[in-house]
């Protein structure tokens, strides 16, 4: 019912910028908290950034002062700017989003994933 769609995602060199964006759609009353998580071949998934209630931020340790998120409130859209990109990177970007529909059930929903690739 509600659906997550990401955009951004693509090839740069080390040292590089990137930015990402995630758009919700649907029966969406209200969002609690979107926010984007990464995940490399062979590691699992793990937290890049997420905005949390009150607009509130959180960062993973090795992307803070790198990547920034901010958000859209008006079009329930979540961006996500990395700065200083490195080849440990290179992941599958995931976003999510948490919230209530207008039938006041609760939503818990993933993107279908972006690859960002950063070379050497």
């Known amino acids: 019912q509600v659906q997550l769609l990401e955009s951004g995602g693509g090839l740069v060199q080390a040292g590089g910028s990137l930015g990402l964006s995630c758009a919700a759609s649907g029966s969406i009353s209200s969002i609690n908290a979107m926010g984007w998580y990464r995940q490399a071949p062979g590691k699992q998934r793990e937290l890049v950034a997420a905005m949390t209630k009150n607009d509130g931020t959180v960062y993973g340790d090795s992307m803070k002062g790198r990547f920034t998120i901010s958000r859209d409130n008006a079009k329930n859209t979540a961006y996500l700017q990395m700065n200083s990109l490195k080849p440990e990177d290179t992941a599958v970007y995931y976003c999510?989003?948490?919230?209530?529909?207008?039938?006041?059930?609760?939503?818990?929903?993933w993107g279908q994933g972006t690859q960002v690739t950063v070379s050497s």
């Open positions: 999510h989003a948490d919230g209530h529909t207008y039938s006041l059930s609760r939503f818990d929903s």
